[in-house]
C-alpha cells in the first residue's frame, strides 16, 4: 500500500526493458511512485511543471538531447527536483560535468535493485548517492595533479587507455570517431614526452595526472 506522502518520480530512459523494469521496482516501495517515463528527455521537459515530481532518475545518452544537457533545463524548471544520473558511463569528466550541471547523484545501471531504493532514501536526508566505483573516482581526483600539459579530453582519453579500454571502446564512450582518439594519443605522446602506451601511462601516473 502506498504511502499518503509517496515522492514522485519521473524516469528518462530510452531502453524500453529498463525503463520498465525501474518503474515496476519503485512502484514496489510504498515510499515512491513513478508518475511517468520517458524515453526522451523533450518530452519529459515539456511535461515536468504537469508531472512535478521531487526525484527524476536520467540517462545521459538519449535520442535527442543528452541527459546532461537536460539536467539544468528540468532545474531551471523545477529548482527543488533532485535529478539522479543512472547510466552505463563512468568516466569522471561525465561525472563532474553532471554534478555541475545539478545533479543530485550519479548512479551505474549496474546498482542493485535495494541499492537504488536506498539512494532514493539517501536523498530524502540531504546525501548524494553515488555508486561505490563513482564515490572513488571523486575522491581521486581531489588528489590529482592539476598542473598538468594534457587537455581535459586528452586526459580523459589517458584514463581509458589506462584501464585497458580499445581505441574503438574509448571513441563509443566519448561520442567520438577512432581518429580523434588516435589524435589525442599521439598529442599525449608528444606532451609527455614518451612514445608507447605504457610509457604515457606510467608517466601520467608518476605525476598524478591521472
Same mark, same amino acid.
Given at each position: 500500500?502506498?504511502?499518503?506522502?509517496?515522492?514522485?518520480?519521473?524516469?528518462?530512459?530510452? =531502453?524500453?526493458?529498463?525503463?520498465?523494469?525501474?518503474?515496476?521496482? &519503485?512502484?514496489? %516501495? %510504498?515510499?515512491?511512485?513513478?508518475?511517468?517515463?520517458? $524515453?526522451?528527455?523533450?518530452?519529459?521537459?515539456?511535461?515536468?511543471?504537469?508531472?512535478?515530481?521531487?526525484?527524476?532518475?536520467?540517462? &545521459?545518452? !538519449?535520442?535527442?538531447?543528452?541527459? &546532461? =544537457? *537536460?539536467?539544468?533545463?528540468?532545474?531551471?524548471?523545477?529548482?527543488?527536483?533532485?535529478?539522479?544520473?543512472?547510466?552505463?558511463?563512468?568516466?569522471?569528466?561525465?561525472?563532474?560535468? *553532471?554534478?555541475?550541471?545539478?545533479?543530485?547523484?550519479?548512479?551505474?545501471?549496474?546498482?542493485? %535493485? *535495494?541499492? !537504488?531504493?536506498? %539512494?532514493?532514501?539517501?536523498? =530524502?536526508?540531504?546525501?548524494?548517492?553515488?555508486?561505490?566505483?563513482?564515490?572513488?573516482?571523486?575522491? $581521486? $581526483?581531489?588528489?590529482?595533479?592539476?598542473?598538468?600539459?594534457?587537455?581535459?579530453?586528452?586526459?580523459?582519453?589517458?584514463? !581509458?587507455?589506462?584501464?585497458?579500454?580499445?581505441?574503438?571502446?574509448?571513441?563509443?564512450? !566519448?561520442?567520438? =570517431?577512432?581518429?580523434?582518439?588516435?589524435?589525442?594519443?599521439?598529442? &599525449?605522446?608528444?606532451?609527455?614526452?614518451?612514445?608507447?602506451?605504457?610509457?604515457?601511462?606510467?608517466?601520467?601516473?608518476?605525476?598524478?595526472?591521472?
Amino acid at each position: 500500500m502506498k504511502n499518503a506522502m509517496a515522492k514522485k518520480l519521473i524516469i528518462v530512459e530510452d =531502453d524500453v526493458i529498463i525503463r520498465e523494469a525501474f518503474v515496476t521496482l &519503485i512502484n514496489q %516501495s %510504498s515510499d515512491y511512485i513513478v508518475v511517468n517515463a520517458y $524515453s526522451n528527455a523533450e518530452d519529459a521537459i515539456k511535461k515536468i511543471k504537469e508531472d512535478a515530481p521531487q526525484i527524476c532518475l536520467m540517462d &545521459i545518452e !538519449l535520442p535527442g538531447m543528452s541527459g &546532461i =544537457d *537536460a539536467i539544468p533545463k528540468i532545474k531551471a524548471i523545477l529548482p527543488d527536483t533532485h535529478v539522479v544520473v543512472v547510466t552505463v558511463y563512468e568516466n569522471d569528466d561525465l561525472v563532474f560535468k *553532471a554534478l555541475c550541471e545539478g545533479a543530485s547523484g550519479y548512479l551505474t545501471k549496474n546498482t542493485p %535493485s *535495494a541499492k !537504488l531504493i536506498e %539512494s532514493l532514501k539517501e536523498l =530524502d536526508s540531504g546525501g548524494a548517492p553515488m555508486s561505490t566505483n563513482i564515490a572513488r573516482m571523486v575522491v $581521486s $581526483s581531489f588528489h590529482k595533479n592539476r598542473q598538468t600539459p594534457l587537455t581535459a579530453r586528452e586526459l580523459e582519453v589517458l584514463e !581509458l587507455l589506462s584501464s585497458g579500454k580499445s581505441y574503438s571502446t574509448i571513441a563509443t564512450q !566519448l561520442f567520438i =570517431d577512432k581518429e580523434t582518439v588516435k589524435s589525442h594519443i599521439k598529442n &599525449i605522446y608528444l606532451k609527455l614526452e614518451v612514445h608507447s602506451k605504457a610509457e604515457a601511462i606510467e608517466k601520467a601516473r608518476k605525476s598524478k595526472y591521472i
